[in-house]
């Protein structure tokens, strides 16, 4: 589906939770070192429950490497500094979707470089962001609502109810 990049995330929770949501979407996660937690401490692996065996994960060493491995991809920067709306995007199969640490965000002039795919999810106020799994499940979602949620089970079925 689509390709999450965690440039140096930070909190072993955030991560956790986002395998969770890689891992119900079929995205792949690209996780760039430096990790600010190992990858088998308990806080990452509880947040991703049983979910880990469902997810694609790779590790790189630095954010050039996996860009160079993937030359031609599109890539989308999420940044409180991006001048167009995450939902102003047309997301296909296959693109890349860039978050930065919790505490940072991506590198300047990472998206000095690429402004007209930085990309915000607006929030109200002069609040500084949103929580990074929660952001990561925004912009997936809405991918998948641009793609019609293809292949995807959108019925629930309700046993034993009468209305």
């Known amino acids: 589906m689509f390709n999450i990049v965690l440039v ?5 929770q955030n991560t956790g939770n986002i395998v969770r949501t890689c891992a119900a979407t079929g995205c792949k996660l690209h996780l760039v070192k430096p ?10 692996k509880r947040a ?9 994960i790779s590790y790189w060493d630095n954010f050039e490497q996996l860009e160079q491995a993937n ?3 599109t890539f989308y ?6 001048r167009k709306r995450h939902c ?8 890349f979707l860039v978050f930065g640490k919790e505490t940072k965000g991506l590198p300047e002039e990472l998206l000095v470089l690429h402004p007209e795919e930085c990309l915000r999810i607006p929030m109200l106020g002069e609040l500084r962001s949103l929580n990074l799994s929660n952001s990561v499940a925004i ?4 991918g998948l609502r641009q793609l019609d949620f ?7 079925e309700l046993h034993n109810l009468k209305w």
Do not use: C, H, M, R
Request: zero cysteines; charged letters at 30%; aromatic letters at 20%.
């Open 8 to 12: 140096e995330p930070e909190i072993p």
């Open 35 to 44: 990790l600010g937690f190992e990858v088998s401490d308990k806080y990452l």
């Open 48 to 56: 991703g429950l049983d979910y880990w065996q469902y997810a694609d």
């Open 71 to 73: 030359a031609g991809a």
């Open 77 to 82: 920067y999420f940044t409180t500094k991006g």
């Open 88 to 95: 102003d995007a047309a997301f296909k199969e296959g693109d």
């Open 139 to 142: 912009a997936v979602y809405e």
């Open 150 to 156: 293809k292949n995807f089970n959108t019925k629930g």
